[in-house]
C-alpha cells in the first residue's frame, strides 16, 4: 500500500489531548485475535512502547475543507503529555492509505517521534492572512 512522508508544520496538527497505549495482538482460545489487555505493544527495533496520539487536521477534498481526527502512532518512554487543543508536531511523521473492507479509504499515522516545540506553521498558499 502507498506510504506517504507528510510534513507537520506545513501539514499543522492540533492534539485533542487523547493519548491511549498501543495494546499488543493476542491470540484468544477461539483462535481469534484482540488486543490485549494488559501487554502495551513496542517497537521491534528499539524497544520503546507505543502510543496512539489523537489530533485534528484541516483536510480539503474536491474543494471543500473539513476537519479530521487521526490517530497518529508515536513511540515514546513515557505518556505523551499534551496540552488539549494545543499545537503538536511530529519527527518523521509518515500516512499509509489502504483500501478497507467496505471498499472505502483508510489513513494508518505513525511517526518516529514527537517534536518538543512544534514550530508555526506556514499558512497554505492561497490563504488569506488574518
Known amino acids: 500500500m502507498p506510504s506517504y512522508m507528510v510534513d507537520s508544520v506545513r501539514q499543522p ?49 474536491f474543494g471543500r475543507r473539513s476537519t479530521v481526527t487521526a490517530k497518529v502512532q508515536v513511540e515514546a518512554q513515557e505518556e505523551p503529555k499534551l496540552r488539549p487543543l494545543g499545537p503538536v508536531g511530529f519527527e518523521g511523521l509518515q500516512v499509509e492509505v489502504r483500501i478497507n473492507r467496505a471498499g472505502g479509504f483508510a489513513e494508518y499515522w505513525s511517526a518516529e517521534g514527537l517534536l518538543t516545540a512544534p514550530r508555526e506553521a506556514q499558512k497554505p498558499a492561497g490563504e488569506k492572512a488574518a
Do not use: C, H
Open 13 to 61: 496538527f492540533t492534539a485533542t489531548g487523547i493519548v491511549d497505549a498501543v495494546m499488543e495482538w493476542e491470540e484468544s482460545p477461539e483462535g481469534k485475535r484482540r488486543p490485549s489487555k494488559d501487554k502495551q505493544a513496542r517497537n521491534e527495533d528499539t524497544g520503546m512502547p507505543l502510543w496512539q496520539v489523537e489530533v485534528l487536521y484541516v483536510q480539503t477534498s
